[in-house]
């Protein structure tokens, strides 16, 4: 266990093929730039840190980095919660990012297998950011009171998007552009200031079905320009808009 603080550059700097077995228990308080710094890196466990109020991203993964297993890391007040470029991730479970200026951006081919058990909360820009990235598994996590939900872009895959709470977001709850989510379901999505669930350039979702959306903004669900195989089952009420 390290304590790491106000430092004239990165907390902690992992680059050009290293590789770690376990990066945990680790307070990375107020450097100047980013808290965990990884590029071309491969870390088995990366659990249990407090990361905090450092002048860039709280972890940023890039370029071929791999994480196995990112698990339960405290990441508040930094200019960004995690920032994913190339980088593959096994597990992504038991997270909590708050007060940062956004919570997640995953972009550049990013792929994570299961993303489960997150909170992600009171971040003044987005909540979650995926740009050409892919989650096979995206269940369990709320999402609250960021300035909105998950906006996904630029051919995104999601193959189950489950059981998740999304809740008070200043915009959607839940954005599609040209992306695509096979299963959307069993999500709970309410008072968000916008939409509760909107989709547009050639999104497409296979089921779309059992969700809660209620008491949203604006319509409950919003489809343009979209593809979808099976809705039913949805409970859609108290929208200030149409319902869908």
Do not use: P
């Amino acid at each position: 266990n390290n304590y790491i603080s106000y430092n004239s550059d990165v907390g902690i700097n992992i680059i050009s093929g290293t590789r770690i077995t376990e990066l945990s228990g680790n307070n990375i308080l107020g450097s100047d730039g980013y808290g965990i710094h990884l590029v071309k890196a491969t870390v088995e466990y990366l659990k249990h840190n407090i990361i905090e109020y450092n002048a860039d991203v709280g972890i940023a993964a890039l370029s071929k980095t791999q994480i196995n297993y990112l698990w339960e890391n405290e990441i508040f007040g930094n200019i960004g919660g995690i920032k994913l470029s190339d980088t593959k991730i096994q597990e992504f479970i038991g997270n909590s990012m708050w007060e940062n200026e956004y919570g997640i951006m995953a972009a550049d081919g990013t792929s994570i297998n299961q993303f489960s058990e997150n909170e992600i909360f009171n971040n003044g820009g987005g909540g979650i950011n995926l740009s050409d990235a892919q989650i096979h598994l995206f269940h369990d996590n709320g999402i609250w009171e960021n300035m909105y939900g998950i906006l996904a872009t630029d051919g995104t895959k999601i193959g189950k998007l489950s059981a998740n709470e999304f809740y008070g977001n200043g915009g959607a709850g839940v954005e599609l552009i040209a992306s695509t989510v096979e299963a959307l379901i069993s999500n709970m999505v309410w008072y968000n200031r916008e939409y509760g669930i909107a989709t547009s350039s050639g999104s497409e979702i296979g089921q779309l079905s059992w969700n809660v959306i209620c008491c949203n903004g604006q319509e409950g669900i919003k489809l343009a320009d979209t593809a979808v195989d099976e809705m039913r089952n949805n409970t859609i009420v108290g929208n200030e808009g149409a319902g869908l």
